[in-house]
């Protein structure tokens, strides 16, 4: 496929990423933006650099699972910030798996923070800004019109799959993959990997010492933040 396009309108401007129409009606070019945002918009700020980062480890990671037969939205990385995809009509549903408690988890169902989980599990979210993204049931899901109970378990299971590939390719980079979100979209019927993964969407901590190196940081007021999204970059990327 080729790979030079011409930009063209912006399409939709989100929290971290604004995308943009090719002269390709196949394709979009995803911008990463420095812009941070915490529990639903109520905290703004920015994380500089963290949209150069966001890019690099983004490109790398859809790289990596591509490579395990897992298909996604990623054509290329066109320049520091931006990314050339696969156009999607995007699943309104966050997929997210957890390893280890952290986050909701804690707050919803009084879990320990750190705890490992027996086993990972998988939840679903409605992406519904208005609504404060819900924590949704396949039921919710199939009934709200997101998919077909085919597709939901098609989720379930990419989300397990990229799970399992992720978890051990992070470990051995000396990082925990404690949790992360994702989310889906059609090209041409098929169901791919869309959006980003990155600091913004996974929570990472180092394997030894539990440190940080997320958005939490952010979220938290820890400090440190930028240094935390290059020290992942460093250890995936070098
Ligand atoms: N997450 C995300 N976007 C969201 C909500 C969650 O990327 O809108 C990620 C978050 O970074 C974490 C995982 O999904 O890695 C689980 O988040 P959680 O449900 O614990 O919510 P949070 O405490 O982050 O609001």
Redesign the pocket.
């Known amino acids: 496929m080729t790979t030079t396009v011409i930009k063209g309108d912006l399409l939709y401007e989100g929290k971290a990423k604004k995308v943009y129409a090719t002269d390709n009606p196949d394709l979009i070019i995803q911008e990463f933006k420095d812009d941070a945002t ?2 639903n918009a109520q905290k703004k700020g920015q994380i500089v650099g963290k949209g150069i980062i966001n890019n690099d480890l983004s490109s790398h990671l859809f790289t990596y699972l591509e490579s395990f037969g897992i298909a996604t939205h990623f054509v290329s990385k066109l320049s520091e910030r931006e990314m050339l995809c696969k156009r999607l009509d995007i699943l309104k549903i ?1 997929v ?1 798996t ?1 390893n280890i408690a ?4 804690v ?1 919803r169902y009084g879990f320990t923070e750190g705890e490992a989980l027996r086993y990972p599990i998988i ?1 679903l ?1 409605l992406k519904n800004d208005a609504l404060g ?1 819900p924590l949704i049931n396949d039921d919710h899901a199939v009934l709200l019109g997101l998919g077909t109970p085919d597709d939901i378990a098609r989720l379930k299971q990419l989300a397990s799959k990229i799970n399992g590939v992720m978890q051990d390719y992070f470990l051995q980079k000396g990082l925990k993959l ?4 994702l989310e889906f979209g059609r090209h041409h019927g098929a169901i791919l990997l869309g959006d980003e993964i990155s600091p ?4 990472l901590w180092d394997k030894d010492t539990d440190t940080k190196l ?2 939490d940081r952010f ?1 938290f007021d820890l400090g440190n933040v930028e240094d935390a999204y290059r020290e992942v970059r460093k250890r995936l990327i070098g």
């Open positions: 915490a529990f966050e997210v957890r952290a986050g909701s988890l707050k939840e979210y993204d404690v949790d992360f979100k913004d969407t996974c929570r997320d958005k979220r």
